[in-house]
């Protein structure tokens, strides 16, 4: 079974830059992708990039944003340059899997992203 870790972020000014990254342990059966969201206080989680064998991302986050994985180390990044105030969330690691009783969602314990002067 497995288990995913978020780190690296903090607090930092806006046109910063911060690396997240996310260490899988653990086997997922019926592994289908790996995702990045994020939440806010009082909204809603929203999507912000998604890796397969392509990525996705989230019209607010293009340009900006670059996730990547290195599958030796087991590890995905979301690398987050020119950030915003409008970036301050809680991220959170998502690794999503189908099984015969449908999908099933991994998720890490989030790692709060600060974007302030």
């Known amino acids: 079974q497995a288990q995913l870790v978020e780190s690296g972020g903090g607090l930092v000014q806006p046109g910063g830059s911060l690396r997240l990254s996310c260490v899988v342990s653990?086997?997922?059966?019926?592994?289908?992708?790996m995702g990045w969201y994020r939440q806010a206080p009082g909204k809603e989680r929203e999507l912000v990039a998604t890796?397969?064998?392509?990525?996705n991302y989230a019209n607010s986050v293009k340009g900006r944003f670059t996730v990547s994985r290195d599958n030796a180390k087991n590890t995905v990044y979301l690398q987050m340059n020119s950030l915003k105030p409008e970036d301050t969330a809680v991220y959170y690691c998502?690794?999503?899997?189908?099984?015969?009783?449908?999908?099933?969602?991994?998720w890490g314990q989030g790692t709060q992203v600060t974007v302030s002067s």
């Open positions: 998502n690794a999503r899997s189908f099984v015969s009783s449908g999908w099933r969602d991994y």
């Open positions: 653990g086997s997922i059966f019926g592994f289908i992708s």
């Open positions: 890796i397969t064998s392509s990525t």
